[in-house]
């Protein structure tokens, strides 16, 4: 059974989500996964922290001084060469 996840926060960098553990899951099962996740989702960097019992934070962090520029997860209509307003041809 996946993890119960929270809001997704966008940060000025990437992105934080709280996910609230199920009964026998640890978080190292969480921070074990996170350098999968980071392939999967094209980021520089997945962080995951325990914040209390049975509750971790997962940060994802965009490439390094490309801070200001949006992450592309982020804003899924938008499609490189095309802004994100014009219609699929």
Known sequence: ?????GLI????TGLRV??????????ADRAAS???????WGVHAA??????PGVV?????GPPGRAAQ???FLHPRRQEGRPAGDPAA
């Open 1 to 5: 059974m996946p993890p119960r996840r």
């Open 9 to 12: 926060r966008p940060t000025s």
């Open 18 to 27: 709280r996910l609230r553990l199920v009964p026998g899951q640890e978080p």
């Open 34 to 40: 996170a350098e999968r996740l980071r392939h999967a």
């Open 47 to 52: 962080y995951v922290t325990e914040v209390k």
């Open 57 to 61: 934070e997962l940060r994802l962090a």
């Open 70 to 72: 949006r992450l592309p």
